[in-house]
């Protein structure tokens, strides 16, 4: 492969989002180029079947050793391919709603800007990606969001530029530091290595900061339960689904490498950030009465458990926390989906608001129940087997944090299961409202048969995805 097939993969959804500006059937061109960006990113996973992992690569530096250098792993095609799987998901969802063409563009910018992120090895061409995925989210909330979308999307874009600044200065003062002890000029991440010291400390705690508010670390976090109770259902999904992966791909792709025995050191430190997001986020999420905001607030955990064993630096815990990254994008996105779909019926998102649900809407009640018992980590679906595998990396270092880790599996059970019984097996609620909600479509239902087939797929046999990811993350371990 060369860098002109990853560049098409990046290109592909750009040119699209183009096309969908002008073309009065803009929900036809973003499926079509959603679509075929998913399928070309299946053609590009070929290759890591085969363990040809590393794409060589040969760039003529720019000024300052700023170079257009592409590069792909396990870990960033698998990225790749759930940005792609996802969007392609969003626009059916949103397939019935009257939106403008510049809706369905922004999710073609979107997956192209994600896709830049997943693929850059050039440090500048990573931040160029990272900022340009700010743009179409700020619009996909704050024009087609809520009633409280503005205020949501201009929250969304302080929180995240704030953040870049700090990504920023740490980048020009690691390549400046870089440049003063070796006299050369590079961004490229593979050659990057970071000072020692406090000059080492500082630059990582700069970087570190930025990848923090994506992740989100409280108290940092904020500004996403406003951004997921404001931003449209597909939104919704892409937010939780791939925005938030971006700030523990940022620990995986920049700090661990650049920073490989300072992060050692700082890992009692990390796992204390990442245990406080797990505990933290499930007790808002036990305190929530609208259903959207419960599940934002789930993703903090989450999030936070994806980095707890990300940290440990093991075999286990780096394999887990990937893992896992990919599950939450699976399963989040479809309990998104489905309160989307609940409030497109019934316009309300309150526990308190529905009842009895399954004699309605028996489907509805299935899937968003299995999306539930994955996101609680049932054995046999997808969300038990990174989080079982995370626990065992975090086991082999610092074994005291496994009590959070465990708390917040059922911490998680304590906050789901019974919101789950509230909205759907409970007899209270308004019976007005419960009475108008009808069950899911054959589009609404393919879409989740999909989603909750890739759950329980991945719970039984995750060994392919787990191959996927091994060669980057276990060459990690070995440096």
């Keep these: 492969m060369s860098q002109g097939w990853l560049t098409l993969f990046w290109v592909l959804p750009a040119v699209g989002g183009l096309i969908a500006l002008i073309n009065r059937q803009g929900r036809w061109t973003s499926l079509v180029f959603s679509l075929a960006t998913a399928l070309y990113g299946l053609l590009l996973l070929g290759p890591a079947s085969s363990g040809a992992w590393h794409v060589p690569v040969s760039s003529s530096s720019l000024a300052f050793g700023i170079s257009y250098l592409l590069d792909c792993d396990g870990l960033s095609l698998s990225l790749c391919w759930l940005t792609a799987f996802l969007t392609v998901v969003c626009v059916i969802a949103s397939w019935n709603k009257d939106f403008s063409r510049g809706y369905w563009a922004a999710f073609l910018f979107l997956e192209s800007a994600l896709i830049g992120v997943f693929l850059a090895r050039d440090l500048f061409l990573f931040f160029v990606f990272w900022e340009a995925v700010l743009i179409p989210m700020f619009f996909i909330i704050g024009l087609w969001g809520m009633e409280g979308r503005r205020h949501a999307a201009m929250k969304f874009f302080l929180f995240t530029f704030f953040g870049s600044i700090f990504l920023l200065l740490g980048s020009i003062a690691l390549v400046t530091r870089h440049h003063a002890a070796t006299g050369v000029w590079t961004w490229d991440m593979v050659a990057l290595k970071g000072p020692s010291g406090t000059a080492g400390i500082l630059i990582f705690a700069a970087m570190a900061l930025g990848f923090a508010v994506k992740i989100p670390l409280v108290p940092l ?259």
């Excluded at 892409?238 to 300072?262: H, I, T």
């Excluded at 905001?293 to 990300?310: E, Q």
């Design 221 to 479: 976090h904020t500004w996403l339960p406003d951004a997921h109770t404001e931003a449209p259902a597909a939104g919704s999904v892409m937010l939780a689904g791939v925005l938030l992966k971006m700030g523990v791909y940022g620990f995986l792709r920049v700090l661990w490498p650049v920073f490989p025995q300072l992060s050692l050191e700082l890992m009692p430190w990390l796992m204390l950030l990442a245990g406080v997001n797990v505990v933290y986020g499930a007790l808002c999420a036990m305190a929530q009465k609208d259903l959207k905001r419960l599940i934002a607030y789930s993703s903090v955990a989450h999030l936070g458990f994806c980095l707890l064993g990300v940290v440990s630096r093991t075999p286990e815990g780096l394999l887990g926390g990937s893992l896992q990254l990919l599950n939450h994008g699976i399963t989040t996105g479809a309990l998104f989906l489905l309160v989307g779909f609940l409030y497109d019926r019934g316009h309300r998102r309150g526990l308190g608001d529905y009842g009895a649900l399954y004699k309605r809407a028996p489907w509805l009640t299935f899937f968003f129940g299995f999306a539930t018992m994955a996101s609680v980590g049932l054995p046999g679906l997808n969300g038990f087997v990174g989080e079982f595998m995370s626990l065992i990396g975090v086991a082999r270092v610092l074994p005291r944090f496994v009590f959070v880790g465990v708390l917040g599996v059922m911490m998680s059970a304590a906050y789901a299961l019974p919101a789950y019984q509230s909205v759907f097996w409970d007899a209270e609620g308004k019976a007005s409202v419960s009475a108008i909600v009808t069950d899911l479509d054959r589009r609404e239902a393919g879409l989740l048969w999909v989603l909750c087939g890739a759950m329980l797929a991945i719970g039984l046999y995750p060994a392919p995805l787990l191959r996927v990811l091994e060669p980057f993350l276990l060459g990690l371990v070995s440096r």
